[in-house]
């Protein structure tokens, strides 16, 4: 699976962006799928996740209320709705499946546990 971020931009705060991931390559099929980001000098970080048929989700608890994972499996697509935003939510945002191992019910909160990334778009948020 290869993925394809977007999205990202300049905004200020109390303001909204949605990110989206496209998924892509000849074994696409079903995939759990999870947003992460990673601020300038520290770790990547988890963000949120989704199961492959989209009927779970989790947050980390910094986001909760003010972000929205969705998909589309018929696109191909994940996206990240992301709304009142803080200038602590500055960061390069990275889209992750993994496309194996997984259950109906299985979200994955560590990097680590997928096997496909995108390229990161970045978001900024101004006071």
């Known amino acids: 699976v290869q993925l394809q971020a977007s999205g990202g931009g300049l905004v200020q705060a109390g303001g909204s962006l949605r990110l989206s991931c496209a998924a892509s390559g000849p074994t696409v099929s079903d995939y759990a799928a999870g947003w992460f980001r990673q601020a300038p000098g520290k770790e990547r970080m988890f963000v949120a996740a989704?199961?492959?048929?989209?009927?779970?989700?989790t947050y980390d608890d910094s986001v909760k209320g003010r972000f929205a994972i969705s998909r589309d499996k018929d696109k191909n697509m994940v996206y990240l709705q992301m709304s009142v935003l803080q200038p602590e939510d500055t960061a390069v945002y990275y889209c992750a499946a993994r496309s194996h191992g997984f259950t109906w019910s299985s979200l994955f909160r560590r990097a680590d546990e997928y096997d496909a990334w995108g390229q990161g778009t970045q978001v900024t948020v101004s006071s």
């Open positions: 989704i199961t492959w048929n989209g009927y779970l989700k």
